[in-house]
Structure formats: C-alpha cells, structure tokens
C-alpha cells in the first residue's frame, strides 16, 4: 500500500525560529494536505495543495507541492508558543479504489520554547 | 466556514456495552464521511469510508460487525462500537468532505475509555 514519511519525527525549537517539515512518498498523489493536532482535539486544515508545484502560504505558514507529486514540504515562520502540537501531511490518490482516501504522515511533534 | 462535531467527546463504557458516537457536519452536506481511530502519538488510522445512502467501505482487518457505521444523512454519520472490551479504548475522530470537494475536517474526536 501507499506510505508517506513524515520527518522529521519531533523538533524542539526556540521561539522565533523558522520550522520546516517534509513529506515524501512512494507513490504519486493528486492532493497533499497539512493538519495540525493539539493534544485531545481533531486535527485542523492548515493548508491544501491541489497542483504540483503549487506553492501556497497561510499566515506564517507555507507549504508546496512538489513537481514530483510524491513530496510536500510546509514552513512554519517566526514561531510561537501556541505552534505546539503535532503535524501531519496527508495525501489522496485520485484514483482507482482508494479515490478519497487520505494516507497521513507518521506526524512531527513541535515543541516551541519560550 | 466548514464545521463537524462530535458527541460524546468522552465516553467511559464497561466491557461488553455498546457505545455510539455521532458525527455531524454543521454547516456543509457531507456525502463521505470517514471514521479514524489514534492511539497515543500514533498517526491516524481510517476505520471506514461512509457514504451517505450506502453501506460503509471497511479497512482490512477492521470488523464490520463490531463497529457499526451508519450514514444516514448529508450531515450525520454514526459509529457504534458494540460489545466493546478493554482493547477498543482508543480516540475516534470523524472526517467529513464536502460534497465533490476535495478538502477533508475532522471533528474533535470522541475519547472511549472501556473498563
């Protein structure tokens, strides 16, 4: 089956620091999508990428589809506190019997210190 | 704005109970909805695929007849874990899609303690 790696599993950085977070996968995907999950809630949309190449930005976040269409990189910008929580990429394969399927990352813990 | 709910948000059952969690989109029709379940720290994993209408698609190695899923409209999905044991302790989430779209929201996750 599809597999994306997510890394990198955790980071720990200062506040104010640049953050930047990667997906790779073995196959080709039509859409890419980054979540972020705090701790107890369900995940939230940050980003959808629908083009390869697409570059797009939310905010202080930013997150490209690569012109493979097997990876996806998303930024984070001048981090802060609130930051903290575990990301996750997620892509769907259009076709065949797992149209609308979402495949997800293994999730990259942030932890932002003050 | 693209809103999906879940209830209960906790829910403590003793083994051999059956637990229910509904899934409700709040101001989308959803004609697919999915059921995930996380462990701690873990990713997601997907249960089944509902569609609105029609039976619920399964992942292998998830029993159809333990966990029920029921679509019954555009905007509500149900999942009942029956005669749940220790073992089905988990964080269920439910994702909806907007009718033909492409996006993906989760509610906030239902936490079942099983005791």
């Known amino acids: 089956g599809q597999q994306l790696n997510q890394s990198p599993q955790s980071m720990f950085i200062q506040e104010g620091e640049d953050v930047s977070m990667n997906c790779t996968s073995s196959?080709?995907?039509?859409?890419w999508l980054w979540y972020k999950q705090d701790p107890g809630e369900g995940p939230v949309l940050l980003i959808a990428l629908y083009k390869a190449g697409e570059l797009t930005s939310n905010g202080r976040l930013t997150a490209q589809f690569g012109i493979t269409r097997k990876d996806s990189f998303l930024n984070i910008s001048a981090s802060i506190p609130s930051d903290v929580g575990i990301y996750f990429c997620?892509?769907?394969?259009?076709?065949?019997?797992?149209?609308?399927?979402?495949?997800f990352g293994q999730g990259t813990i942030l932890t932002v210190h003050p | 704005g693209a809103v999906v709910s879940q209830h209960p948000s906790r829910v403590i059952c003793k083994s051999g109970t059956s637990v229910k969690i509904e899934c409700r989109s709040l101001d989308f029709q959803a004609t697919t909805m999915f059921w995930y379940r996380q462990f701690p720290k873990k990713s997601l994993m997907l249960m089944a695929t509902s569609n609105e209408g029609s039976k619920a698609t399964y992942e292998q190695g998830v029993e159809k007849d333990k966990f029920l899923i029921n679509h019954a409209s555009l905007t509500l999905s149900t999942l009942t874990v029956t005669s749940a044991h220790p073992e089905d302790s988990s964080f269920y989430i439910c994702?909806?899609?907007?009718?033909?779209?492409?996006?993906?929201?989760f509610g906030p996750g239902t936490r079942l303690t099983v005791t």
């Open positions: 196959s080709i995907f039509n859409t």
């Open positions: 997620a892509g769907r394969d259009a076709g065949g019997t797992s149209y609308g399927k979402l495949t």
């Open positions: 994702s909806a899609r907007k009718d033909r779209g492409l996006e993906q929201y």
